[in-house]
């Protein structure tokens, strides 16, 4: 994933060098610091376990930018069932493993630009080849994020979601 052109902020009123086209969220939004010292709980780069019974995977949301070459996308967490997140798990680092049917799964990522809430959206989960995160397609609903994940959003909008993202609301 590329950066875009510079942009006059209008957040700031300053000149940024380059126009972020991806965030990633660091952890499932269930997650929190004492997390850590329970044995049955754990934060890897790409997959998380809580409590031995909620399991999650890191994926992408994409965005086409109509009015750019390159896609914004969303780093996001999703919550999986077990039984889909061992079969994940157990084809990690098997070769073909993108011709699995995809899984369901709730977004458990919370992202700020959006109202009302992104956690707990129903999604699809794409397995890509190894070395590759899922690709999460949203169910088709009325949300805003599922609207511009079919319809694609303006270099306009990945500006504000750099203003918004680095200034806060």
Request: charged share 20%; with cysteine.
């Amino acid at each position: 994933m590329t950066e875009g052109p510079g942009f006059a902020c209008g957040s700031c009123g300053e000149w940024h060098d380059e126009m972020p086209f991806a965030y990633h969220v660091f952890a499932p939004a269930f997650w929190s610091p004492e997390l850590h010292d329970d044995p049955r709980s754990t934060l890897g780069e790409e997959q998380c376990i809580i409590g031995g019974e909620h399991f999650f995977v890191r994926a992408i949301i994409r965005l086409a930018v109509l009015d750019a070459a390159d896609e914004f996308e969303w780093g996001v967490w999703v919550s999986l069932s077990e039984p889909s997140f061992m079969r994940m798990n157990d084809l990690w680092e098997v070769a073909g493993r993108e011709e699995e049917p995809p899984v369901f799964g709730w977004l458990a990522s919370e992202l700020p630009v959006y109202e009302p809430s992104t956690l707990e959206l129903e999604a699809s989960v794409h397995t890509q080849p190894v070395g590759l995160r899922p690709l999460v397609e949203l169910a088709p609903t009325d949300h805003p994020i599922a609207i511009e994940q079919r319809a694609g959003i303006s270099l306009a909008r990945v500006q504000e979601f750099a203003e918004r993202l680095m200034h806060g609301p």
